[in-house]
């Protein structure tokens, strides 16, 4: 495995800041064509095939890559016997639900699959933005030929299939033309939450995101995971949360996408080998990076590492900056040491104010969702749907969460799973700790007087209270 700063294991999803494709430039002379129009913008259209051989009128010469000038090259497989069976087979399944582009259909409207028009890029393959006739915006990802490419694009529309919920993105259509694979979105024009935090746009005050639209795309993606994790459908394993799969659309209303890693939980529980861990350092669970366990927690972590970035400004993994002349830092390391001091207001970004009104109870209740998300052991980290009863500021879970993240300090035990070395905030350090034996989902268990220990679940706690009083309170678990 290759571990880097925020970059993936295996494969980075559409990761913006990989490096760009090297490749050699051609000179061509594109012919004269209408232009499409799409949000102001004008561009020609580059006539797919061979324009090296066009010797039509040359009004002037421009540059575009071998890259797009091969998306060009046109198909070769005229029929569907060259597709793979399951490729044709799942085509037929999904095209009363999905639209079904052809190949040209999707070179038109991305301009030839112009560089101007690519939104992402990773090791995955490539997003470019496309423009229909009538002017509407859509996000064509195209997948990197690989030996899995076939199973895990079957995979990946299975899944996104059975995937219907306000902020998950959703499936528009697919291409399978000629053996090129291509999923259609729609286009989201704010683009994801790693460039609002992180972006060079958000440099300016005006630009940062403030905490009520933070909070809402907090508890937007914890929905959408409370929704992916049970309830009467299926339960799924996303197993690649991160900031910059949380696409923002109108009024800051998040959409979870890519779930090119995503798998049925039934499916998880055969164990992972070590080379199937895949996802983004930094967001990784120590269980699931050291010993590839996968379960639903292994989401419940990385939202957690999401709420950090929200609250704190900071990203996953930070390139130098820190004290004692620390090369790189853990956000997870940081936060835990700032919450094992008993200061969980600290891990608020202090160049963000606070307006007055709920802000500060909002940023409490994320900070204490945090803190408990992040925790080492995956049995101690609570439900989504705990998180979401938080976040909502329901009454129980705000006392039973800060009863475990010691808030208050009555009892000075530590329920956040931190390390005992809280000036260790470097990458090293957080690899060791994932190296450390993980705890084991029959380790040794918590008391059921001890309603104020460390590392009590919410359905636990509840339970110790109701046998304690004679109020017929109720409260979903």
């Not at 729609?186 to 639209?213: C, F, I, N, T, V």
């Not at 998300?373 to 995956?378: D, F, G, L, N």
Request: proline share 5%.
């Amino acid at each position: 495995m290759v571990i880097g700063d925020g970059r993936p294991l295996r494969r980075n999803n559409m990761s913006v800041a990989m490096s760009a494709l090297v490749s050699p430039r051609v000179t061509l002379a594109p012919p004269v064509s209408p232009r499409v129009r799409c949000h102001g913008h004008e561009s020609p259209r580059i006539a797919a095939g061979w324009p090296l051989l066009n010797k039509d009128g040359i009004p002037e010469a421009s540059e575009i890559s071998v890259v797009q000038w091969a998306m060009q090259l046109p198909t070769r497989c005229s029929d569907d016997k060259q597709v793979p069976e399951e490729l044709v087979a799942l085509r037929d399944r999904y095209s009363s639900k999905y639209t079904v582009f052809s190949y040209s259909e999707l070179a038109k409207i991305t301009n030839g699959f112009s560089p101007d028009r690519l939104v992402g890029k990773g090791g995955a393959g490539r997003v470019y933005r496309g423009c229909t006739g009538d002017g509407k915006e859509l996000a064509v990802k195209v997948l990197k030929p690989s030996g899995d490419v076939v199973k895990d694009f079957v995979a990946e529309v299975d899944i996104l299939s059975s995937v219907e919920h306000e902020n998950a993105m959703s499936l528009v259509g697919l291409c399978v033309d000629g053996g090129r694979l291509m999923l259609v979105y729609d286009y989201m024009p704010r683009g994801s939450l790693e460039e609002m935090l992180h972006g060079a746009e958000k440099q300016g005050k005006e630009g940062a995101l403030r905490w009520p639209e933070r909070f809402r795309i907090a508890v937007g993606v914890a929905r959408a995971l409370e929704y992916l994790h049970g309830g009467d459908r299926r339960p799924m394993i996303h197993r690649d949360i991160k900031s910059s799969n949380i696409l923002v659309a109108g009024y800051f209303e998040p959409k979870l996408c890519d779930f090119g890693l995503a798998m049925w939980a039934d499916d998880a529980a055969a164990q992972v080998a070590d080379d199937d861990v895949a996802g983004t350092f930094g967001y990784l669970a120590p269980e699931y990076f050291m010993h590839g366990k996968v379960s639903d927690k292994i989401d419940v972590y990385a939202f957690g590492v999401v709420l950090l970035e929200l609250i704190s400004g900071r990203k996953p993994v930070s390139a130098g900056g820190g004290p004692k002349g620390q090369k790189s830092e853990s956000l997870v390391m940081w936060a835990n040491s700032v919450i094992q001091g008993g200061k969980l207001m600290d891990l608020v970004d202090p160049n963000l104010p606070m307006d007055g009104g709920d802000d500060g109870e909002v940023v409490e209740r994320m900070a204490l969702a945090a803190a408990l998300c992040i925790r080492r052991a995956h049995q101690h980290r609570p439900s989504m749907s705990n998180v979401v009863k938080l976040l909502a500021g329901d009454g129980d879970a705000v006392i039973w969460a800060k009863s475990q993240v010691g808030v208050s300090g009555e009892n000075g035990q530590d329920g956040c799973g931190v390390v005992t070395s809280p000036d260790k905030n470097d990458i090293q350090s957080h690899i060791n700790l994932a190296l450390r034996d993980i705890i084991d989902d029959d380790a040794s268990s918590v008391g059921s007087a001890d309603f104020a220990g460390a590392n009590l679940s919410l359905e636990e706690y509840l339970k110790g209270r109701w046998s304690r009083s004679s109020s017929s309170s109720s409260f979903d678990a």
